[in-house]
């Protein structure tokens, strides 16, 4: 609603009541009740700020270093790694991303090290961060990763495939 709608709102609000109180009154005209009741129109009070939504709950960079690490360690098989990522990590996804890792391992490619920022809220129990990551033979390169709080931060299933192509390049 405009401001110039309100105050149209307000004035036609005024002037029915104004009638009324001259019908009341015993007034011969609208005018005469308008001439005998002044009404003033108060400012209201605009540039407050609304209220804003609870604090969405978002994973600490320590809670997506642990992630993320835990994903990058070549010691230990995917098939252990499934609590990291949303809906868990297939057998065949595992046996790929061993393969990937172990490529990565014999490039000199790992370990991987990972700057988190920006982490922002993008829904109830889920948050985006900007990752950068880098490595002995792996050029730095920053992704925009969607994590997802189930029962504990994990990577979005999409991400997950995101993080993984690292290991590929």
């Known amino acids: 609603m405009t401001l110039n709608s309100l105050a149209r709102g307000i004035a036609t609000v005024a002037g029915v009541a104004a009638v009324a109180g001259a019908v009341t009154a015993g007034l011969t005209s609208a005018s005469d009740a308008v001439a ?3 009404v003033q129109v108060q400012p209201v009070v605009f540039g407050v700020p609304m209220p804003l939504d609870p604090a969405a709950d978002l994973p600490t960079p320590d809670q997506l270093y642990g ?3 835990g994903l990058a360690n070549p010691g230990v098989p995917f098939a252990s790694k499934s609590y990291l990522v ?3 990590i297939g057998i065949i996804e595992g046996r ?3 393969s990937l890792m172990r490529s990565a391992a014999a490039k000199g490619q790992l370990p991987l090290t990972f700057n988190v920022s920006g982490i922002t809220p993008v829904g109830p129990g889920a948050a985006t961060a900007s990752v950068t990551a880098s490595g002995p033979a792996t050029p730095a390169q920053t992704q925009s990763i ?3 709080d189930q029962g ?3 990577l979005s299933r999409a991400s997950a495939t995101q993080v ?3 290991f590929s390049a």
């Open 36 to 38: 005998t009741r002044s």
């Open 67 to 69: 992630v993320l690490n």
């Open 86 to 88: 949303e809906g868990g």
């Open 96 to 98: 790929a991303a061993d």
């Open 146 to 148: 969607t994590f997802v």
């Open 152 to 154: 504990g931060w994990k």
């Open 164 to 166: 993984l192509q690292l």
